[in-house]
């Protein structure tokens, strides 16, 4: 399985020494149950297993490692997340789980452009400040479109 390696891996839940800590964007009704997620160097949800919130997990981290430009509607992924490669090339497959990612990332997206374009927004610029972004070799609404 493709995510089984996030729970080794765990990188994307740890902030280098050298990085200032990284504020995870939260959307209006995270905001109410989280108050505020900041990753000093580990984020406090990390545990032996991956992240203990499960599916109640923040959206900006369901959503890693794409990150979503609002303006012009493109996903892109980050280079430095060992899953790049695997990910791309599952992209090419409609039933793989990269494939099922991003259209699952997608749906929660559109939703978000209705009822919090703020947070769509504030999270993409921070991933363009934190990360290395490289687009996807497609798009979800272009397979939407031929589906």
């Known amino acids: 399985m493709l995510f089984d390696h996030c729970a080794q891996c765990q990188r994307c839940c740890h902030v280098d020494a050298d990085y200032p800590p990284l504020e995870v964007t939260l959307t209006r009704q995270e905001k109410k149950i989280y108050g505020k997620v900041c990753i000093e160097t580990r984020c406090d949800h990390l545990g032996p297993a991956g992240c203990n919130l499960g599916e109640a997990k923040p959206v900006s981290c369901k959503l890693y490692p794409l990150s979503y430009a609002p303006q012009t509607r493109s996903f892109y992924f980050d280079v430095e997340c060992p899953l790049k490669s695997t990910y791309f090339e599952q992209l090419a497959h409609p039933a793989s789980e990269a494939s099922m990612h991003l259209s699952r990332m997608a749906d ?12 769509l927004a504030k999270n993409y610029a921070i991933d363009t400040d934190y990360f290395e972004l490289e687009a996807l070799p497609l798009s979800p609404w272009t397979v939407r479109k031929s589906t």
């Open 108 to 119: 929660l997206i559109l939703g978000l452009e209705q009822s919090d374009r703020t947070f």
